[in-house]
């Protein structure tokens, strides 16, 4: 079974200055993994995602996220950070093919930024 | 403009009474997804709908049901809430049920946070 773990409940960061969210992901395969961002009172939205490829990946509102196979993570960068980041961050992981696309969330970080 | 919308934002209900979350999208996606969200948890799928045809995931609880009326609006029916199912309830849209996420994204609605009383 597939799974995430996420193991910063909750993280405070000053603004401007540098981030990164720890996801680390269980599963026996090739897996897809997404990193979404949730702000107060709002939905999911996806900031980006690896399939293959290049290992590090772009994400929108300048963040990315690097893949490292050897250690199972996953983790979301941002070099400088800016007071709309603070918002909840899920990391999550799905198959990489099989007829059901069932993807698995962490429990998600929350970001605070201070001024 | 919001692709996947959810009414109400919040609903409050009394224990035991029935309540119905509503989503709509524009996208025109074969799929929709309902997630249960509790407080710092990991969004919990509930069920999906593909076209019309409805899966139920093992460990959702009779007590939740879904009705699919037509493409674009998906229910989500509480038949007699608790207190242990206060929470966000996320839907989700996809275009298609693919062996590969690649070119399949799920795209959520802002949620209907449900209160029990």
């Known amino acids: 079974a597939q799974s995430v773990t996420q193991p910063d409940i909750h993280i405070t960061v000053s603004e401007g200055a540098s981030l990164e969210l720890r996801c680390n992901y269980s599963y026996g395969a090739t897996p897809y993994l997404f990193w979404y961002v949730q702000s107060p009172g709002q939905g999911l939205q996806l900031l980006l995602k690896?399939?293959?490829?290049?290992?590090l990946v772009q994400g929108i509102k300048g963040f990315e996220a690097e893949f490292k196979r050897s250690q199972s993570s996953f983790n979301l960068r941002k070099p400088s950070v800016h007071w709309s980041d603070a918002a909840e961050y899920f990391c999550a992981v799905g198959p990489y093919s099989g007829g059901y696309q069932k993807v698995t969330f962490g429990i998600g970080t929350k970001l605070q930024v201070i001024p | 403009d919001a692709m996947v919308i959810q009414n109400p934002r919040y609903q409050v209900t009394q224990f035991g009474k029935p309540v119905t979350l509503s989503c709509s999208q524009t996208?025109?996606?074969?799929?929709m997804y309902w997630y249960q969200q509790k407080s710092s948890q990991a969004p919990k799928l509930l069920f999906h709908?593909?076209?019309?045809?409805?899966?139920n995931e093992a460990d959702t609880p009779d007590n939740f049901q879904s009705r699919r009326p037509n493409t674009s609006f998906c229910f989500l029916d509480i038949r007699s809430p608790g207190l242990g199912d206060a929470a966000m309830y996320l839907c989700?849209?996809?275009?298609?049920?693919?062996?590969?996420?690649?070119?399949?994204?799920?795209?959520f609605g802002a949620g209907t946070r449900l209160s029990v009383l």
């Open positions: 996208l025109n996606h074969n799929v």
């Open positions: 989700a849209t996809s275009r298609e049920l693919e062996t590969s996420l690649a070119k399949n994204i799920q795209y």
């Open positions: 690896y399939f293959s490829g290049d290992t």
């Open positions: 709908y593909y076209d019309k045809d409805f899966n």
